[in-house]
Antibody, heavy 121, light 111 residues
């Protein structure tokens, strides 16, 4: 059974750096074709893809946010970490991690429950 | 502004059929990249509903079906049920952005 769980602070101040951790089970990120992505959803708004890391440690970022994002993995701990710098109130959202297998155009077949991050002073 | 365009809302009576469109561009759906659909019930994470344009994961009723043509894709739901009331999102890949892209979401109301 595949599970993913996001963890991190519920509240961050403007200009701070956000660090989120995705802890997963039921698969290995060292398996060929396996990937984990971060996706966010502001309250009442649409999903937005943020970043992806694959089994080969290749990393891909949203073009609009790439200067602020860093994704990394710890295969031994089954964790993927996302950092986002210079947080702003518009970054208030539920942040999800999700698994993707196969090609870049593949689907996200398993999702975490999400973690709500509020940016406010 | 989402890269993929969906209608903000659709509605239908129980038992009816509704469709939700998803329009991309020559660098996304029109380039042949797969389209996937997700259902998001209120307060929950998205759930994969259709993958690879037309395929249903195990456990998804055959009332849900997907199709694709040119730069657009569609999700059809037949035999509408009250439990289908949710937000629906399409997703694909955009080569000009080198990343996944989502639609703006469509809220389905069962009258």
């Amino acid at each position: 059974q595949v599970t993913l769980r996001e963890s991190g602070p519920a509240l961050v101040k403007p200009t701070q750096t956000l660090t989120l951790t995705c802890t997963f089970s039921g698969f290995s990120l060292s398996t060929n074709g396996m990937c984990v992505s971060w996706i966010r959803q502001p309250p009442g708004k649409a999903l937005e893809w943020l970043a992806l890391i694959d089994w080969d440690d290749d990393k891909y970022y949203s073009t609009s946010l790439k200067t602020r994002l860093t994704i990394s993995k710890d295969t031994s701990k089954n964790q993927v970490v996302l950092t986002m710098t210079n947080m702003d109130p518009v970054d208030t959202a539920t942040y999800y991690c999700a698994r993707k297998r196969g090609p870049a155009s593949g689907e996200f077949d398993s999702w975490g429950q999400g973690t709500l991050v509020t940016v406010s002073s | 502004q989402s890269v993929l365009t969906q209608p903000p809302s659709v509605s239908g009576a129980p038992g009816q059929r509704v469709t939700i469109s998803c329009t991309g561009s020559s660098s996304s759906i029109g380039a042949g990249y797969d389209v996937h659909w997700y259902q998001q019930l209120p307060g929950t994470a998205p759930k994969l509903l259709i993958y690879g344009d037309t395929n249903r994961p195990s456990g998804v009723p055959d009332r849900f079906s997907g199709s694709k043509s040119g730069t657009s894709a569609s999700l059809a739901i037949t035999g509408l049920q009250a439990e289908d009331e949710a937000d629906y999102y399409c997703q694909s890949y955009d080569s000009s952005l080198s990343g996944s892209v989502f639609g703006g979401g469509t809220k389905l109301t069962v009258l």
